[in-house]
């Protein structure tokens, strides 16, 4: 469901993904090999459909942000800083392709290795660590303006 949430950014759009990929893993288990671990392989069938939903709608969704889960700060200012980095970050979060967002998602938060992602998604574990590199590096470069400078100025 994690996975599904992530590709598709709503939860009923998120169900009925999980929903249609264990459809679509009952009518293809003949073609699972007895022996190999099961969960590699739903995941797989689970991204693969997710990614040619997301393909198909070429629309990217992004959740509006809630402003009245979160108890209010003293700081006003700093509430404001707060939600702008948020803001930013999802936005850097979109702009990478679906599958980077999903192989950073699996690695930096899931805790996956990228052996099991590269077999989740049918990929070699080198193809897994490139996306992850470019990723990253997308995050950087949109997100640098962010970090505090490391020299002082005088």
Do not use: Y
Not at 122 to 150: K, M, N
Request: glycine share 4%.
């Amino acid at each position: 469901m994690r996975t599904a949430r992530r590709l598709l950014h709503t939860r009923e759009e998120a169900e009925d993904l999980v929903q249609q990929a264990c459809l679509h893993v009952i009518e293809q288990l003949d073609r699972f090999t007895l022996g190999r671990p099961f969960g590699p392989w739903f995941h797989r069938v689970l991204t693969n459909l997710g990614l040619k939903r997301i393909a198909a709608a070429k629309v990217r969704e992004t959740d509006e942000f809630d402003e009245s889960r979160f108890v209010a700060e003293t700081d006003p200012s700093r509430e404001l800083e707060d939600a702008e980095v948020r803001v930013r970050f999802s936005k850097a979060l979109e702009a990478l392709s679906p599958r980077q967002r999903l192989i950073v998602f699996r690695f930096d938060v899931d805790g996956a290795s990228g052996a099991d992602i590269a077999a989740e998604l049918g990929i070699s574990p080198q193809t897994v660590r490139w996306h992850l590199h470019e990723a990253r590096a997308t995050l950087r470069e949109r997100l640098s303006d962010l970090r505090p400078s490391t020299f002082s100025e005088e």
